[in-house]
């Protein structure tokens, strides 16, 4: 059974490096995945993607083992801004199944 | 670039009417569309896969004469929730992909429905 999980909620201070865990054990070789930012009210807003190893772009980085069982995404220096949901998307084949979400509560 | 829009954002209707959400990608043609229901505090549920210029392909327990779906350009989607009823309420969310980056959703900004 396809299944992404990650954590309920993690809190953390403005400045701090946040990692979140994603786990999909039933990954396959060609299924990407993808995180996502959710405030209340609005459409989800892509943040990264990846396949393999370590994937940065210029607001987040994402890291994926060699077994690609698991992947972290990893926000440097986080804001209150940075205070939302955070969604672990994997397409298992045709199959999209999203994570819970992680709630990311950030304080000053 | 990959921008989705939906329209109407919120909309508050009666039991047993129709409503009907428009879903566009503005600056790309997007052969694939996707459907999301949104309910307070839980994750994103697919609702149905939209293919342009053929039927929508719907998730287990999702009926599909409830929910219309239709494909009939590279830009827009619209779904219907035909008879709403007050359990119908919910977040609804569109996403596109892109032709070049068949790998990612790019989502639009969502639909607050109401049914009373």
């Known amino acids: 059974l396809a299944k992404t999980t990650q954590p309920i909620s993690m809190d953390s201070y403005e400045g701090q490096e946040v990692n979140i865990t994603c786990s999909h054990n039933n990954i396959a070789t060609n299924d990407y995945i993808t995180w996502y930012q959710q405030f209340p009210s609005q459409g989800p807003r892509f943040i990264i993607q990846g396949y393999k190893t370590k994937v940065t772009n210029e607001v987040a980085s994402l890291f994926i083992p060699a077994d690609r069982k698991s992947s972290t995404l990893s926000l440097p220096r986080v804001s209150l801004s940075d205070t939302a949901v955070y969604y672990c998307l994997v397409e298992y084949g045709n199959k999209l199944v999203f994570g819970a979400g992680t709630i990311l509560r950030v304080k000053s | 670039g990959a921008v989705v829009s939906q329209h109407p954002s919120w909309v508050i209707c009666k039991s047993g009417t129709s409503v009907k959400i428009e879903c566009r990608s503005l600056?790309?043609?997007?052969?694939?569309m996707f459907w999301y229901r949104q309910f307070p505090k839980q994750s994103l549920m697919l609702m149905a896969t939209s293919n342009e210029g053929s039927k929508a392909t719907y998730e287990q327990g999702v009926e599909k004469d409830k929910f219309l779906i239709n494909h009939a350009s590279l830009t827009l989607s619209t779904l219907t929730v035909t008879s709403a009823h007050p359990e119908d309420s919910s977040f609804y969310i569109c996403?596109?992909?892109?032709?070049?980056?068949?790998?990612?959703?790019?989502f639009g900004p969502g639909t607050r429905l109401l049914v009373l």
């Open positions: 600056d790309f043609q997007a052969t694939t």
């Open positions: 996403s596109a992909r892109t032709p070049l980056a068949q790998e990612t959703q790019y």
